[in-house]
């Protein structure tokens, strides 16, 4: 029997699964859509772990990370639960230990970490504005009417980037409508974009931070080659990308759970219907939302309550 | 019946405040309630937009006094755009209908003692001048040793063994301070409590991670502005340091400006307005022991705008994780926690590889 590790990362975007032996290998791997339901994104990757994986592994311990990861952790019983920065890190330092930075930019935020030696010396994450993520490059797509997908490599055909602002994305986005009123060719305008949103990043989240040799790039706007070009245009260096790069969050947790406690894991979540609820004290005007975790009839967990007044409804149920 | 006086809320300083008021005046003093998300909602509806969160804090706490039946409100004021709240709130105030009558305790920037006077011998004419600098100098004492526990709490709590012993022994420290009418009980009765809160069981490493709090005054002071940022450091065990609180903002900072000022050569030649030259003295001086400082201010803070550029340079020159946190009235804590844990790992880390 060989054991494994699960991590899981849990984006606002996307869901990533990993399964990894004692040596750090992803044996498995799975990265799908979380389109606003996690738990239900997160039961998917699970039964496809179930069906793919090999008898001989047994699951040993389980780390959830993402911006859903108490939620999720709390059904899976994970073993850990770990904020996305230090995850990434892990991650990254395991597959390039001489890395630098770490540039991320995903579907709701944008961060940076810089290392040193192995340890993480500094981070930055965007501030509460979802400028220049993912979310701004999809819903700009749409406008213009093309894939996403297609986005790099439209970018890559133009040899005269449109200017755009790259400030903000209210300003970006009216920038972009005149621009296109005015008769700018497409490819253009697109590859403005990628540029803009390289440039956003660097004048925003990395304002500052000395961003220091090997670079990786990660997250779901890795796979915009438009945008990493953009981004090796203006740092005028080589910048790596993973073809795991979106995988490094869950890795990372996947890793970092190897220290805790051996757990049973069980891969019959689908069997349990697993729903949240949500009640307001109502004890004093704060009105706190708590939230409550459901496994079929049973609340397995609750949170949202700051006071001991809040007590008395969380262990009512 | 009497009229009742009322102000607003920051951090437990209500306590001296409403023993001032209760000492000095004949009017039923009611602090406001206590500041909750309908606070924010209050003061958020009636306030302009873009002014700094602390703004819409004490509005909706006069607008929740005043519900409750205040008729005379107290104000202070000075500093950064502090100094025009007290008319702007007023002016909001009447507009929307209430009648009351407004105190504004320090004009001008500055408070005089006669001027002060003045204002309470409007209120009470009873009361004489002697009784006035009596009472408002064990005030000021009241104060001084609720921050000199508040330090010793501080390094303290995040490694408490029972559950709330420190805060539980807080809350009966202040109503025994309450009690006090004069210095040398008041006196007596700080020493008294420091020797308990010494004596509370603690169990703390050696080499604990310890942690710097600067920034804007009132997100520093105010735990609900700042999500609880303190009670959340505690959890994650961690002591704590903070060099604003009232006894330094009424006297320490004054004293010592020009001292700061000379040790901030290589980077200010002038105050930066409010707390700005403060805090980029305080990183210099942190960066010696602590493992990493928290920035708080509100979103638009112009003085602390103005220092942070500063800051960061200091914490780049000397070496120390530095983190700032913009408040303004998000509902959601999410982000914040993630980002504090996130430091949290990141100087731990620092610190197990020294």
Request: with cysteine; charged share 25%.
């Amino acid at each position: 029997m060989k054991k494994a590790y699960l991590g899981i990362d849990i984006g606002s975007i996307s869901t990533k699964g990993v399964i990894i032996d004692s040596d750090n290998n992803i044996l498995l791997s799975k990265y799908i859509w979380t389109e606003g339901n996690p738990i239900k994104a997160v039961k998917e990757i699970i039964e496809y772990f179930k069906n793919n994986i090999s008898d001989d592994i047994k699951i040993v311990s389980v780390g959830t990370t993402g911006s859903a990861r108490r939620l999720i952790g709390s059904i899976l019983n994970a073993s850990i639960i770990k904020n996305e920065i230090t995850a990434h890190a892990i991650g990254t330092l395991s597959i390039y230990p001489d890395i630098k930075t770490i540039i991320e930019i995903g579907g709701q935020d944008s961060k940076i970490i810089l290392i040193d030696n192995g340890i993480v010396t500094d981070y930055a994450m965007n501030s509460l504005c979802a400028a220049g993520t993912g979310a701004f490059l999809s819903s700009q797509a749409k406008r213009l009417g093309i894939d996403v997908n297609n986005f790099g490599s439209i970018a890559l055909t133009s040899n005269n980037p449109t200017p755009i602002a790259a400030r903000c994305t209210v300003f970006a986005e009216s920038d972009l409508v005149h621009k296109a009123q005015m008769g700018y060719n497409k490819n253009d305008i697109i590859a403005g974009l990628c540029k803009s949103v390289a440039l956003n990043y660097l004048n925003n989240v990395a304002k500052g931070k000395k961003i220091a040799e090997p670079i990786i790039f990660q997250g779901g706007v890795s796979k915009n080659i438009g945008v990493v070009k953009s981004f090796e245009d203006i740092l005028n260096t080589k910048i790596i990308t993973d073809k795991n790069g979106h995988l490094m969050g869950a890795l990372g947790v996947a890793i970092l759970s190897k220290d805790k406690p051996e757990i049973e894991f069980d891969f019959n979540i689908n069997n349990y219907k697993y729903s949240t609820n949500s009640k307001f004290c109502g004890k004093c005007p704060n009105n706190c939302e708590v939230i409550f975790i459901n496994k079929d009839d049973e609340i397995i967990d609750h949170w949202g309550n700051r006071c001991p007044r809040g007590e008395k409804i969380t262990n009512k149920n | 019946m009497k009229r009742i006086i009322s102000f607003p809320h920051l951090g437990n300083y209500y306590i001296p405040v409403k023993y001032l008021l209760e000492k000095l005046t004949d009017f039923e003093v009611r602090q406001s309630p206590p500041i909750t998300k309908k606070t924010l909602e209050l003061g958020e509806k009636y306030s302009p937009n873009d002014v700094c969160i602390p703004f819409k804090y004490n509005l909706g706490n006069f607008i929740e006094s005043l519900d409750k039946g205040a008729s005379i409100l107290v104000q202070a004021g000075g500093g950064c755009r502090y100094r025009y709240y007290a008319e702007v709130q007023e002016k909001i105030l009447r507009d929307l209908g209430y009648e009351f009558s407004f105190i504004k305790l320090i004009s001008k920037d500055k408070m005089r003692v006669k001027e002060t006077y003045n204002i309470f011998k409007k209120l009470n004419s009873k009361l004489s001048l002697y009784k006035f600098i009596n009472t408002f100098i064990i005030t000021l004492f009241f104060i001084y040793y609720m921050d000199k526990i508040d330090v010793i709490i501080r390094k303290r709590i995040g490694f408490e063994v029972d559950k709330n012993s420190f805060i539980n022994l807080r809350e009966k420290m202040y109503k025994d301070f309450y009690n006090c009418n004069n210095l040398t009980t008041l006196t007596i009765c700080y020493f008294k409590y420091r020797k308990k809160f010494k004596k509370l069981k603690i169990d703390k490493p050696k080499n604990c991670l310890k942690v710097g709090i600067i920034g804007e005054l009132y997100t520093s002071m105010e735990p609900f502005s700042s999500y609880f940022l303190e009670s959340e450091l505690a959890k994650m065990n961690i002591e704590l340091k903070r060099y604003t609180d009232l006894s330094y903002l009424l006297w320490k900072k004054k004293l010592t400006t020009k001292h700061m000022l000379r040790k901030t050569k290589h980077y200010c030649k002038y105050t930066l307005g409010a707390d700005g030259l403060d805090n980029v003295y305080r990183t210099i001086k942190l960066a010696k022991k602590y493992d990493g400082i928290i920035h708080t201010k509100p979103f638009g803070c112009t003085p602390e705008v103005g220092a942070i550029p500063i800051i960061k340079k200091v914490a780049k020159d000397k070496n120390i994780p530095i983190i700032f946190f913009s408040y303004d009235s998000e509902t959601s804590n999410e982000g914040i926690i993630t980002r504090l844990e996130a430091f949290y790992d990141l100087i731990k880390y620092r610190k197990e590889k020294k």
